[in-house]
């Protein structure tokens, strides 16, 4: 079994920081691309940033120049540094992994979920 417990959410203010850390944990042999998803209310949940386990990242139009994720491969933690934050970013975020228990056996897995608030 693996867990992703996701921590660092939280109330800011617009033009607020905020960094939110994952950490995986378990019986795990390798962990490939590490992810952050974000659901508003009454929205479908949608990608924020997504990196590989050599550091490639990716991210949605919307966050590039002010989210940075980024990942510890030696601690299987990846992070999102949030900044220049707004009201439309308020959601629950949740972190992802496509998880290796094996060679050949994979497992994607979710966290909980974590709250931002973008408010004044």
């Known amino acids: 079994q693996v867990q992703l417990v996701e921590s660092g959410g939280g109330l800011v203010q617009p033009g607020g920081s905020l960094r939110l850390s994952c950490a995986a944990s378990?019986?795990?042999?390798?962990?490939?691309?590490m992810g952050w998803y974000r659901q508003a209310p009454g929205k479908q949940r949608e990608l924020v940033a997504a990196i590989t386990s050599g550091g490639t990242a990716n991210y949605a139009d919307s966050v590039k120049g002010r989210f940075t994720i980024s990942r510890d491969n030696a601690k299987n933690t990846v992070y999102l540094q949030m900044n220049s934050l707004k009201p439309g970013d308020t959601a629950v975020y949740y972190c992802?992994?496509?998880?290796?228990?094996?060679?050949?056996?994979?497992?994607?897995?979710w966290g909980q979920g974590t709250q931002v608030t973008v408010s004044s």
């Open positions: 992802n992994a496509e998880i290796y228990l094996t060679t050949r056996l994979y497992t994607n897995s």
């Open positions: 378990g019986s795990i042999f390798s962990i490939n691309i």
